[in-house]
């Protein structure tokens, strides 16, 4: 029960309902604590409220109320993500976004954001995305949403994963406001880089960056030490970004991850992330 999203009747003593009867009022929120005595159930609007067992009605879990940050069109998100990056060159092809930058180590910098109608026949725009990376040095690589139409032409085309047995990444949103409850204030011992739009947060052990476009806040390559982890370090340095992003006027964050990284995925979920998308890498068949 605890951790789980419940709605609770319970009565109000000393009270008379509009039949006469026993006042009562329900509480929908998480199940924060379950003692002999009573159950603590938090809130969406962060308040915690303790009903005591003789006074509960009748109580059941009820599942996770849909995020409107989950209707976000994916595009949306990953060209959010360009804040992340100085000195990228992007390139349109329709819908999708030709993306380069040779001294980023990252595939989303060196990779083409095939998402949309290339407004191209499928021939022509892989075609046209193999000569842009290839003419630039780099690997012909591109970030497909899995089930989509692009997706399904690059595989028709004989496309496949860029590295052998990896699985998906997945894209997870969050308002910043309700994760920011479920973290520890901002880390005093935080040292902070701003190169607005971008920001570097670093605790003892630990690490991340952000950028933010608009309303939006990317968080990326947070990492602890092995030997620091288990410590809550990587939550201290998430608060750090998020309350800067929020300084900066992002009301929403994103992150992305592999979706076999449990653990992380974990945190995430704890925090109010919810999966928005999976997308994958692919390239060319080899000649």
């Not at 199940?31 to 308040?47: K, S």
């Not at 945190?267 to 992330?273: A, I, K, M, P, S």
Request: glycine residues 10%.
């Amino acid at each position: 029960m605890v951790g789980s999203r419940i709605v609770v009747r319970h009565l109000l003593p000393g009270r008379t309902g509009p039949s006469g009867g026993p006042a009562m009022s329900d509480v929908l929120g998480t199940c924060e604590e379950w003692t002999d005595d009573d159950l603590a159930v938090r809130r969406e609007d962060g308040t915690l409220t303790r009903v005591p067992h003789d006074l509960v009605v009748t109580g059941k879990p009820v599942p996770p109320r849909s995020s409107v940050l989950v209707r976000v069109p994916a595009a949306r998100l990953h060209r959010a993500g360009l804040a992340m990056w100085a000195g990228l060159e992007t390139e349109p092809l329709g819908d999708w976004l030709l993306r380069s930058a040779p001294d980023e180590p990252a595939r989303r910098a060196n990779s083409t954001l095939a998402i949309g109608d290339p407004g191209l026949p499928d021939a022509e725009a892989h075609a046209a995305v193999v000569d842009f990376h290839r003419a630039r040095g780099g690997v012909p690589l591109v970030a497909v949403e899995v089930g989509s139409p692009a997706h399904a032409g690059f595989e028709a085309a004989g496309w496949v994963r860029h590295r052998d047995g990896e699985d998906d990444s997945i894209v997870m949103v969050a308002s910043i406001a309700l994760a920011r409850r479920s973290l520890p204030a901002e880390p005093d011992d935080a040292e902070e880089t701003d190169d607005d739009p971008r920001v570097a947060v670093s605790v003892p052990g630990a690490r991340g960056r952000a950028a933010y476009d608009g309303d939006w806040l990317g968080l990326y390559s947070i990492e602890t030490d092995p030997e620091h982890r288990r410590q809550g370090l990587a939550q201290r340095v998430i608060s750090g970004l998020l309350g800067w992003g929020a300084e900066h006027g992002a009301r929403s964050a994103y992150l992305q991850t592999h979706a076999s990284n449990e653990p992380a995925v974990a945190l995430y979920e704890r925090l109010g992330f919810v999966v928005h998308h999976a997308y994958r890498y692919l390239v060319p068949p080899t000649p």
